[in-house]
């Protein structure tokens, strides 16, 4: 697919690019080759693979779960400026 000179200069208003006359010839060459990789793209048949396919193989990046003991009460609040009646004090949010 060959870009025309107007679709050219259509881009690079809508990209608010300034380009000279030598960069508009370059970009349409380039711009027109791109497109007609799409478009060869767009022949495949493509209907009998999954939307999720991928060609590397699955693995987790995250650890395994393992079930642990949480903290107990006076552990949590060990370390709190202002525990009060066992429960975190924090300042009100609103007035």
């Known amino acids: 697919m060959s870009l025309t000179r107007k679709e050219v200069e ?10 000279s006359e030598q960069e508009m010839e370059r970009y349409a060459v380039q711009l027109s080759a791109i497109l007609d990789h799409v478009a060869a793209l767009q022949e495949l048949e493509t209907a009998h693979i999954a939307p999720t396919s991928s060609v590397l193989p699955p693995r987790s990046r995250l650890r395994a779960d393992e079930v642990r003991a949480g903290l107990d009460k006076e552990a949590a ?3 709190a400026p202002e525990p009060q009646q066992d429960q975190f004090r924090v300042p009100p949010v609103f007035d």
Do not use: K, S
């Not at 259509?10 to 380009?19: F, Q, S, T, V």
């Open 77 to 79: 609040l060990r370390n």
């Open 10 to 19: 259509h881009i690079a208003l809508l990209a608010r690019l300034e380009l």
